[in-house]
Nanobody, 118 residues
Framework: QVQLVESGGGLVHPGGSLRLSCVAS????????LAWERQVPGKERELVTGITPAGDSTAYAPSVKGRFTISRDNAERTWYLQMNNLTPEDTAVYYC???????????WGQGIQVTVSS
């Protein structure tokens, strides 16, 4: 059974930091590209960042580049989103996502709220 469990969200002041984690089980983790997406009510889901299966390449949305960092630990079947210098515009529900087209795998976490407010 596939499970993706997120943690680390919450309320933070502008300029603060949070680290999200997503722990996975039930699929061949090291073969999957991983991503974080976010969604604000009434808006489309936004791809924030992604990382390749080997962890050798990453990509970021312009709105978070230089502030957010994605990383993965294949041994722990976990990936992370380090978010620094947060602004109110980063407030959203964040989702972790694991994808492998060859295995037809597309798995999502339950979503976790991040609120940036003074």
């Amino acid at each position: 059974q596939v499970q993706l469990v997120e943690s680390g969200g919450g309320l933070v002041h502008p300029g603060g930091s949070l680290r999200l984690s997503c722990v996975a089980s039930g699929f061949n983790f090291s073969l999957y590209a991983l991503a974080w997406e976010r969604q604000v009510p009434g808006k489309e889901r936004e791809l924030v960042t992604g990382i390749t299966p080997a962890g050798d390449s990453t990509a970021y949305a312009p709105s978070v580049k230089g502030r957010f960092t994605i990383s993965r630990d294949n041994a722990e079947r976990t990936w992370y989103l380090q978010m620094n210098n947060l602004t109110p515009e980063d407030t959203a529900v964040y989702y972790c996502n694991a994808v492998n087209a060859m295995e037809d795998g597309d798995y999502w976490g339950q979503g976790i709220q991040v609120t940036v407010s003074s």
